[in-house]
């Protein structure tokens, strides 16, 4: 029996729900001469330190060490980039760790860092993306993406529309927030335990801040309490003070973050600015766009720079835009540095190219999914290929229109428009909507270099499996998948296959856990090496039963020939006959994914091995008084390949759908005057819940949907489920413009997130345009 593409639950789901199921600060109390360590934070956005005295802290009672960056034996700088420093002489953003203080017990470590005294020249600071526009304030390089004749396009074109939009940022908010534990072992080797997506990265930044090979630095992640991006390189900080606490005091350093220290010390999704110029035909076809992308980086370059050029790619979504030039540069403001977040600049690029094909199809007085039909990417009768506005070939591109067409048959999308239109004639005060929208998104590393992975896979004697690889579990169901690509591999039963920690001596030089390539990367290795050591046993096995190594079958822990399959051993027996020759019982695995290309210069190349599909259909109503909408049915078609998972793959589209749902409609992210996060907990910052589920959520995923040259057929699922939440921003749009006079050409301004205070007054607009127009 197949176990690649059964629906098993998650491997640690018994571990989650009785509490088992250990994470990174949940091992501290093991040790019982552990350190906990408190951040000093500075109370400006912008300043100069001038002072920084720690005696009046050594004076509390359980204070050991204040950890200054006059402490840091290596490099001071907890990044890869040369920008970050682990101490800084200048604060960048408010609430910047300047010293930590380790004491013997958390309030102990927390009352000593009061005692800290800093002295602070106050300096100018930038806090939103256009004071830093207005200031020519950036960092990185200016990305340009460019195809076609723009100019020329435009001038051809029978319309022309100009529009800007914002965006707003989005706080990760996983349940564990940051969280390291650092060990020195008598030899002066560091093991540090860490909430992080990248143990190789991290390891790196540890070596570098103690001025260590990274040899004497081993990293383990048991797994995360999620991450959605959070923790790809912002978990780095957090442990080196661990790690250079142990490393002066001799004992072990706990550092975990408070929810408040989290949201406040930690990067978020970009917020970003597109401002841009549009040309198409009568019929809604676009012909040219220029546009122009801005994004809020905060103080220090981080995962920016790779975000904004995911952005410039995935401006076209799912259309074809014959003429198209897009530059796009990463604000510096003295925030929080922005990091990576599930999609990766992605959902940013998508949401402007839907905001633009809606207004071209309210002003054509078109239905906005007749627009976005006529602009997917097809090919004509002469076309054998067609490609992005960045060189790439668009496979399967028929694909995003058989997705199309079989939801909306299956949504009932015509009856429900008309029954929509007959609701809101007869409700003046209450208004439906509804729209569609696709995702093609791109899957692998922006950087080519990271599209590689290890394994390392330990068969005993008794049959029973250990596998390593250099994927980080997040709760995203990784782990599960990889376990049934061990166990279908090996052809034993899941429960034969365990699962272990991930640590950088066990796999080296690992890529980060993200952009949605942990099953495709980390699954091909681990295949890999299993089908290694299947290789041995079969030549063992063909021993025992007469035939040719290639005749024999491994299917549920039993071993036998495609000719006599009622004569079976056990998988067990083969493994000790195999121990008793010699033959070797372990085996890496190493992949890279091939065909991947890509010039930064120029931004053009193949950057993704493939494209995820998908369509959503969402339907809200609105009301006129107050703004507060429900959503009402939600349904979605997905394309995962052949899912490894489907159990896990349907969580991730649902879970996806509602981070969405979060990021466009409720997580308002505020920030104070004087550039404190003003948004930061629970009760201030709005996260999706029970609430906001839709009524109806039918979510299935596309069936006989093999992608060749991805292990078992699969596709990632990680990231595109997120984007096709921007149906519902789209049908709030679509319930607002019913507000308004029938038939209007106005475009419906509507900021995000779209919360009840923004669809109210978009909604008051609409009224007024209509006033004015007599109606």
Request: charge should be neutral; glycine fraction near 8%; charged fraction near 20%.
């Amino acid at each position: 029996m197949k176990i690649i593409g059964r629906a098993v639950p998650h491997e640690s789901a018994r571990g989650h729900v009785t509490g088992r199921a250990l994470y990174t600060d949940d091992l501290w109390p093991r040790y019982p001469q552990a350190l906990h360590a408190w951040p000093v934070q500075a109370p400006h956005a912008h300043a100069r330190i001038t002072r920084l005295e720690a005696s009046a802290a050594y004076a509390l009672p359980g204070v050991v060490r204040v950890l200054t960056a006059a402490d840091v034996p290596g490099l001071n700088d907890s990044g890869i980039k040369g920008d970050e420093p682990l101490f800084p002489s200048e604060v960048m953003y408010h609430g910047q760790a300047v010293a930590w203080v380790l004491a013997e017990s958390e309030e102990a470590a927390r009352l000593g860092a009061a005692q800290v005294q800093v002295d602070y020249e106050p300096l100018p600071a930038i806090l939103t993306l256009h004071e830093a526009i207005r200031q020519g304030s950036f960092q990185g390089a200016m990305l340009q993406v460019r195809r076609g004749d723009v100019a020329q396009g435009l001038e051809a074109s029978a319309r022309v529309l100009e529009g800007e939009l914002e965006l707003g940022g989005q706080e990760h908010f996983y349940l564990e927030t940051q969280a390291s534990l650092a060990l020195l072992d008598e030899s002066g080797h560091l093991l540090v335990h860490a909430s992080t997506q990248h143990p190789s990265e991290t390891q790196e930044v540890v070596a570098q801040v103690l001025g260590l090979p990274r040899s004497q630095v081993t990293v383990q992640c048991i797994r995360m309490g999620g991450g959605f991006g959070g923790k790809e390189v912002q978990a780095n900080p957090y442990a080196a003070v661990a790690a250079l606490g142990a490393y002066l005091t001799r004992r072990p350093v706990r550092v975990r973050l408070s929810r408040l220290q989290d949201i406040t010390l930690t990067g978020k999704r970009h917020p970003f600015y597109a401002r841009w110029k549009v040309g198409f035909s009568e019929e809604g076809l676009l012909n040219a766009l220029k546009i122009e992308l801005f994004s809020d980086g905060g103080w220090s370059q981080d995962l920016s720079e790779p975000v904004l050029a995911r952005a410039l790619c995935h401006l076209d979504n799912a259309y074809y835009i014959p003429h198209l030039e897009a530059t796009g540069r990463v604000c510096k403001t003295h925030k929080t540095s922005q990091t990576a977040f599930r999609g990766f600049g992605g959902p940013q690029g998508m949401v402007f190219i839907e905001e633009i094909l809606d207004r071209v199809a309210r002003s054509l007085s078109l239905p906005p999914e007749a627009v976005r039909e006529r602009n997917f990417y097809r090919l004509s009768d002469t076309q054998e290929t067609i490609t992005t506005h960045y060189g790439q070939v668009v496979k399967d591109a028929e694909r995003i229109r058989l997705i199309w067409d079989e939801l909306k048959a299956s949504a009932e999308f015509d009856r429900r428009r008309r029954e929509i239109a007959l609701f809101n004639a007869q409700n003046p005060q209450r208004k439906r909507g509804l729209a569609m929208t696709p995702v093609k998104f791109g899957i692998s590393f922006n950087f080519t270099t990271y599209n590689q992975a290890g394994a390392l896979v330990l068969v005993y004697q008794d049959g029973s499996v250990q596998v390593n690889h250099g994927g980080t579990e997040m709760g995203q169901g990784l782990f599960t998948k990889i376990q049934q690509i061990a166990a279908e591999a090996l052809g034993v039963p899941l429960k034969a296959i365990r699962l272990m920690p991930t640590r950088t001596d066990k796999i080296p030089n690992t890529s980060a856990t993200a952009a949605s390539t942990g099953a495709d990367l980390n699954g091909a290795a681990v295949k890999e090496a299993c089908e290694k050591i299947k290789g041995r046993l079969a030549v063992v096995a063909a021993q025992k039963l007469g035939v040719h190594p290639a005749d024999v079958v491994f299917q549920d822990g039993q071993v036998y020939s495609i000719w006599k399959p009622a004569e079976r051993i056990p998988f067990t027996e083969v493994v000790r006959a195999a121990y008793a020759q010699r033959v070797q019982l372990f085996a890496d695995g190493f992949y890279r994914t091939p065909g991947l290309h890509w010039d930064k210069s120029r931004m053009q190349g193949k950057p993704f091995h493939y494209f995820a599909f998908g369509a959503a259909v969402s339907e809200v109503e609105v009301d006129g008084f107050t703004g507060q909408y429900t959503l009402r049915r939600v349904d979605i078609l997905h394309d995962a390949g052949d899912s490894l998972s489907p159990l896990v793959d349907l969580g991730q589209v649902e879970g996806g759908f509602m981070q969405g749902l979060g990021w466009l409609t409720l997580e308002d992210l505020r920030w104070e005057a004087k550039g404190q996060v003003a948004t930061r907990s629970a009760s201030t910052y709005k996260l999706p819940s029970f609430s906001e589920l839709p009524e109806v959520f039918n979510v299935r995923l596309l069936p006989k949907a093999s992608e060749s040259g991805v292990v078992y057929g699969s596709k990632a699922v990680g990231e595109p489920p997120l984007m096709l939440a921007i149906s519902v921003r789209e049908a709030l749009r679509d319930a607002v413009a019913a507000f308004g006079a029938e038939g209007s050409r106005s475009p419906v301004e509507l900021a995000s997130p779209a919360t009840p205070e923004a669809v109210y007054l978009a909604i008051e607009r609409v009224r007024q345009k209509a006033l004015v127009s007599g109606d």
